[in-house]
């Protein structure tokens, strides 16, 4: 069974603190993803990696930043955390193009 | 236009009813298609992938794909109010990247 776990369910920060969100995942995909989720604007990527220090800018990069120092680890970071970015958080990984992805429970985060 | 096209919903429907969930996409070169489950605050788990044109059953669920008119199905036979949830169609870009649509939020009345 693959695994996608998220390092935290609910987090409640204040405007200007930066904000680390961990992703981890058990399967050794190569490929792993960070999106954001609001109500009438779907699922938007803002981030993904196709392999250890890799990382391409998604269709919404401003105002965030991604770390992966190893296979199974994807960091989303935001370094001034914003109102606007108030929202719930998803990550996932796929093993390849073609391949589904399998998401975490996500993060809702709250900026205050 | 968008790649891929929804009907968000919501839909509501009498338990035991049989559901039809659809989205449209705009590029004929796309091949992998997939539909997700979404329980309200939970991840997307995926619910059915399917390569190129056909269908795929599992259990309760039905997926089609009809590569002539861009259009993808989800059928579920005798709903059940477990299945309330929003359901996302998604569909492999060929550059490894899943191009969602907008999800359909499904309510199952028992």
């Known amino acids: 069974d693959v695994k996608v776990t998220q390092s935290s369910r609910y987090l409640v920060k204040r405007t200007g603190e930066k904000v680390f969100l961990e992703c981890v995942q058990d399967?050794?995909?190569?490929?792993m993803f960070w999106y954001r989720q609001d109500p009438g604007l779907g699922l938007r990527l803002i981030y993904f990696?196709?392999?250890?220090?890799?990382?391409e800018k998604g269709d919404i990069p401003e105002g965030y930043s991604v770390s992966r120092e190893k296979k199974e680890r994807f960091s989303l970071i935001l370094e001034s955390a914003s109102t606007n970015q108030t929202s719930m958080y998803l990550c996932?990984?796929?093993?390849?193009?073609?391949?589904?992805?399998?998401f975490g429970p996500g993060t809702r985060l709250l900026v205050l | 236009q968008k790649e891929v096209e929804q009907d968000p919903g919501p839909l509501s429907v009498p338990e035991g009813a049989i559901v039809s969930l659809n989205c449209t996409y705009s590029n004929s070169a796309f091949q992998y298609f997939m539909w997700y489950r979404q329980y309200s605050r939970k991840g997307p788990e995926l619910l059915m992938y399917t390569y190129s044109s056909g269908n795929k059953e599992d259990g309760r669920f039905t997926a089609q794909v009809d590569k002539s008119s861009k259009y993808i199905s989800l059928f579920i036979r005798d709903s059940q109010p477990s299945d309330s949830a929003t359901y996302l169609c998604?569909?492999?870009?060929?550059?490894?990247?899943?191009?969602f649509g907008q999800g359909t939020e499904l309510s199952v009345k028992p």
């Open positions: 990696s196709y392999d250890v220090k890799m990382k």
């Open positions: 399967m050794d995909h190569e490929n």
């Open positions: 996932a990984s796929t093993l390849g193009q073609g391949r589904a992805q399998y």
């Open positions: 998604a569909i492999d870009n060929q550059g490894g990247k899943l191009i």
